[in-house]
């Protein structure tokens, strides 16, 4: 078993290398993570009405994730391409914004965390690209992993005093 003071995205020489993961045996492997846009008021009702310059934000926003969680190795340098058979982003007005949760699923041998994580990201990041005109003060907040299971490492879930 490799040590606690060993980063396994460094070599001996400190340079960056992807772990090898090919004996790894494939397991189902889960994980969901969450974003919030913090926004007015006016464009909370904006948003929610479907009353934008640039359409249905919250649809548009949704699609980005799940398709951000498609590409999620080709933006993170150390991520695996992982064949996904599940992703899934939902959208749901909260105090003061729209929260992003995103479920992110496939048969493999490292886990899906940085995919949901990526999910959420990019669906904040288009929700705040259509509604720019309207609220330029909006804000993404509260990115984080909420859980994630299967592997070595078994199951993590975030505990709600946290600030999930």
């Known amino acids: 078993m490799r040590g606690k003071s060993r980063l396994s995205h460094v070599d001996s020489k400190g340079r960056?290398?992807?772990?090898?993961?090919?004996a790894k045996r494939p397991?189902?492997?889960r994980a969901s993570a969450q974003a919030v846009v913090r926004?007015?008021?006016?464009?909370?009702?904006?948003?929610?009405?479907?009353n934008l310059p640039k359409g249905n934000a919250v649809e548009t926003a949704r699609l980005a994730g799940i398709m951000a969680a498609k590409k999620t190795a080709e933006l993170i340098p150390l991520c695996h391409p992982l064949a996904l058979t599940h992703v899934e982003v939902t959208a749901k007005p909260v105090e003061n914004g729209i929260r992003f949760v995103s479920i992110v699923a496939c048969a493999g041998p490292t886990g899906v965390e940085m995919e949901a994580l990526?999910?959420?990201?990019v669906a904040a990041l288009t929700l705040y690209d259509m509604i720019k005109a309207v609220d330029r003060e909006a804000v993404i907040d509260r990115i984080c992993l909420l859980e994630k299971s299967g592997g070595r490492s078994g199951?993590?879930?975030?505990?709600?005093s946290k600030g999930s």
């Open 39 to 50: 926004v007015s008021p006016v464009a909370l009702k904006r948003i929610t009405e479907g």
């Open 118 to 121: 990526t999910a959420v990201s």
């Open 27 to 29: 397991t189902v492997r």
């Open 16 to 22: 960056a290398k992807m772990v090898d993961v090919t």
């Open 155 to 160: 199951t993590y879930s975030r505990s709600k």
